[in-house]
């Protein structure tokens, strides 16, 4: 079934940070007020005090009239903010209003107008101003987590900010170009500043997504799958880590790569120090790991934690939370989260895989077959034997999803 809608903990405050807008016509800004937003987002998630919304939910109210009310309730967030960015030349103005979404009053409203090369300081002034009016106790090794450590080339930054919206934006069919171009530019990024931490996990996770997903862009086919791409990721997520040992994402990112390495309890371990630094951290790829390790009722049970972080989930958590009700047992539910999912990523082979398996488990012929002959059409030498390789399920959930495929008549 969709995700059910939660309301957050009340012992923590908490908060949802919107897409700041764009003060400027030019488009090439999209990228720095999503930027901006993103990075105050993670700096707010490492605090242990707040309960912070995921970017996917908090940027799906862009372009939407603002209603702190429904806004608030839609999310289930206490506390909202939004904002505006312009970069004029050497200089950026900002602009910051937090909002009580229960009464609907304006808490504060501040304007800053400082030097582009501030940015990061800028960033820490909101951080540390949003936490000094919502959290009471502070904790000194948090607001030291949370503080972003600037780059020695603020064209390292541009390069990462560009990099980074393109990767966590791309869908359809232009998604492989997408991802080629964010690897470039990450790329250049690390180029401009190898000390960079957030350059140099980014472009990790760049590899990883080459290796790991079907574009269906002939430029990065060959690094589809390949070993060497998937030790790439590995090492330079392992570079970033050298360079800030507390880079939450670094470790999801590690940890996702050694899990594909089939290194799996060396993968939980490093996702579990990801949270650990960041106790907002909705990353889904931990309860996809822990399926894949026989702990299919851990990981509905987490994966109903990160949708109360992400409201909106992504249809790719769908996608995992359904994998674990199949392994459950729970086919029906399986089948109405999955079908949600395809929907909302029609082209996605991992979903088809398992949605043809519950739809045959529940004795749903027809959309067995349906997802069956779309698998096929995606992936022609798709073989039930290869797909149980490549994800290694434990022998019991192994021999379940078998079963599953081969009613829904997928070939051995």
């Known amino acids: 079934m969709p995700a059910e809608r939660f309301s957050p903990s009340l012992d923590r405050a908490s908060i949802a940070v919107l897409h700041f807008a764009k003060n400027s016509s030019d488009p090439a800004q999209d990228y720095l007020a999503e930027g901006l937003s993103e990075d105050l987002i993670t ?48 200089r950026i103005r900002v602009t910051a209003q937090l909002v009580d979404a229960v009464s609907d009053r304006e808490i504060w409203a501040r304007a800053y107008d400082r030097p582009f090369a501030n940015v990061f300081g800028l960033q820490d002034e909101l951080t540390q101003k949003i936490v000094d009016t919502l959290v009471v106790h502070l904790k000194q090794s948090e607001l030291v987590r949370s503080r972003r450590k600037a780059p020695g080339n603020l064209a390292a930054y541009d390069y990462c ?46 590899y990883l997504i080459i290796w790991l997903e079907r574009t269906g862009y002939a430029p990065l086919d060959p690094e589809l799958r390949h070993p060497e791409t998937l030790e790439r990721a590995r090492a330079v997520a392992e570079r970033a880590l050298r360079l800030d040992p507390l880079l939450a994402e670094a470790h ?25 630094l960041n106790p ?36 790719m958590y769908l996608s995992w939370l359904g994998n674990s009700y199949y392994l459950l047992g729970r086919y029906d539910e399986a089948f109405a989260t999955l079908t949600v999912g395809a929907e ?69």
Do not use: C
Not at 290 to 307: I, K, N, S
């Open 161 to 206: 900010l560009r990099g980074n919206a393109l990767l966590k934006n791309r869908a359809g069919a232009e998604r492989g170009r997408m991802v080629a171009e964010a690897r470039s530019l990450l790329e250049q990024a690390v180029d401009a500043d190898p000390y960079y931490a957030p350059a140099v996990q980014g472009l990790a996770e760049a």
């Open 43 to 90: 700096s707010l998630s490492k605090f242990s005090d707040l309960f912070v919304i995921a970017r996917h939910s908090a940027f799906a109210i862009k372009d939407r009239d603002y209603d702190a009310v429904r806004i608030g309730h839609e999310l289930g967030a206490r506390y909202l903010l939004s904002g505006s960015v312009r970069r004029d030349g050497e």
């Open 344 to 412: 909302r990523m029609p082209d996605y082979q991992s979903i088809l895989v398992w949605l043809a398996a519950a739809a045959a488990r529940t004795g749903r012929d027809h959309d067995a077959r349906d997802a069956a002959a779309r698998l096929m059409h995606l992936q022609p030498d798709f073989t039930i034997a290869s797909w149980l390789n490549f994800i290694r399920l434990v022998p019991h959930d192994a021999t379940k999803l078998k079963e599953g495929l081969q009613r829904a008549g997928l070939p051995d």
């Open 252 to 276: 999801a990112t590690l940890a996702w790569t050694l899990h594909w390495q089939y290194r799996r309890q060396e993968a939980l371990a490093e996702f579990e120090k990801a949270h650990a």
């Open 280 to 315: 907002s951290l909705a990353d889904g790829r931990y309860a996809h790991a822990l399926m894949q390790d026989g702990r299919a009722a851990e990981a509905v049970e987490f994966m109903q934690r990160v949708m109360r972080h992400d409201p909106f989930p992504p249809g």
